[in-house]
């Protein structure tokens, strides 16, 4: 079966530090990988996602970067931290059938300090 | 992006009884797929249901079912026998291509 793996499950940064969170995937191949972010009582913003290996789109500009290195890692990195990066961060998976519904990873709670 | 709307942004319901969420979307396109997830205090994202707009007939899975209204684009979700661990953050996910789109989502609480 397939899982997803995130992590790690909490952090706590300064200010103007970087950032590198980890999603991997098992038990698939070649699936859709995507970065969300969850704002305190709000819903989910996409922030990147891709289709394959060094393939990314990202949908809104800011000072966060994803990179898919393999087939199954998908990374969301930050160069300097900013304290509106704050948030939960949700890495989820699919395939590429049509009806194929999104498969989420425990999540990232990052606090900017 | 696609607008979706959950105007509900809390709701209540008793025990073993039902409650409907709304959600509207908009889109151009008339082959698509809509999803609604369920996070409860873990935070977990746990699909619900889904429906692929091409098929007439709700979905329904055990308790939980949809109202799809194509043409008023409209995706609501049923839950009957309403029981405690129901009580969560419902989120509606229409799908456009390789993006989802998130409403705001419905607070509900299951009052014993």
């Known amino acids: 079966s397939q899982t997803i793996h995130q992590w790690p499950a909490t952090l706590v940064q300064p200010v103007g530090s970087p950032l590198s969170l980890e999603c991997t995937v098992e038990?698939?191949?070649?699936?859709?990988l995507y970065w969300y972010r969850q704002a305190a009582g709000r819903g989910l913003q996409l922030l990147f996602y891709?289709?394959?290996?060094?393939?990314i789109s990202s949908e809104v500009p800011q000072n966060l970067s994803a990179s898919r290195p393999q087939d199954r890692q998908f990374i969301l990195s930050s160069k300097k931290l900013l304290l509106s990066d704050s948030g939960f961060y949700l890495c989820?998976?699919?395939?590429?059938?049509?009806?194929?519904?999104?498969?989420f990873g425990n999540g990232t709670r990052l606090t900017v300090t | 992006a696609q607008t979706v709307t959950q105007s509900q942004p809390e709701m209540s319901v008793q025990e073993a009884e039902t409650v409907t969420l709304s959600c509207t979307y908009d889109?151009?396109?008339?082959?698509?797929?809509l999803f609604w997830y369920k996070q409860p205090p873990s935070r977990q994202m746990i699909l619900v249901i889904r429906?692929?707009?091409?098929?007439?007939q709700n979905a329904t899975e055990n308790r939980f079912s949809v109202n799809f209204q194509k043409a008023a684009k409209s995706f609501s979700l049923k839950i009957s026998d309403s029981q405690l661990g129901d009580t969560a953050m419902y989120f509606c996910?229409?799908?456009?291509?390789?993006?989802?789109?998130f409403g705001t989502g419905t607070s509900l609480t299951v009052i014993p």
């Open positions: 889109t151009s396109e008339n082959n698509y797929y």
């Open positions: 038990g698939t191949s070649n699936p859709n």
């Open positions: 891709s289709v394959g290996i060094g393939q």
């Open positions: 989820a998976w699919r395939t590429g059938h049509p009806n194929s519904p999104l498969h």
């Open positions: 996910a229409p799908r456009r291509g390789n993006q989802f789109y």
């Open positions: 429906q692929e707009a091409y098929k007439q």
